[in-house]
């Protein structure tokens, strides 16, 4: 299983980002973006369940962040809008053998490389 994020790199506060990951085999698993920062624990963005019918949100980022995915091409989406300089850290993509969203990054199974944002203010 193979998960490719992309998309990250350096904007203004206020800015817009979209982020991407596409990944590999079957599409009945959950996806979700966690973010890192140097020193931190892994925190959870957003998740989407396989159907696009439950999505979920980390309390910091509601009301800003969009997540989306697309079975078909096996790709989960990340539209990032207001962003904050508190949004910088490195961004990954996710993937749990499970039916629903989950916030613990311990009950996901696959992992992308990570993808950086950095937001300035």
């Known amino acids: 299983v193979q998960l490719q994020a992309s998309g990250g790199g350096l904007v203004q506060a206020g800015d817009s980002l979209r982020l991407s990951c596409t990944t590999s085999?079957?599409?009945?698993?959950?996806l979700a973006w966690f973010r890192q920062v140097p020193g931190l624990e892994r925190e959870f963005v957003a998740g989407i369940d396989s159907s696009n019918s439950t999505t979920l949100y980390g309390d910091s980022v509601k009301g800003r962040f969009i997540v989306s995915r697309d079975n078909a091409k096996k790709t989960i989406i990340l539209q990032m809008n207001n962003l904050k300089p508190d949004d910088t850290a490195v961004y990954y993509c996710?993937?749990?053998?499970?039916?629903?969203?989950?916030?613990?990054?311990?009950?996901?199974?696959?992992w992308g490389q990570g993808t950086q944002v950095t937001v300035s203010s």
């Open positions: 085999g079957r599409t009945l698993d959950t």
């Open positions: 996710a993937r749990a053998r499970s039916l629903s969203v989950s916030r613990l990054a311990a009950m996901y199974h696959y």
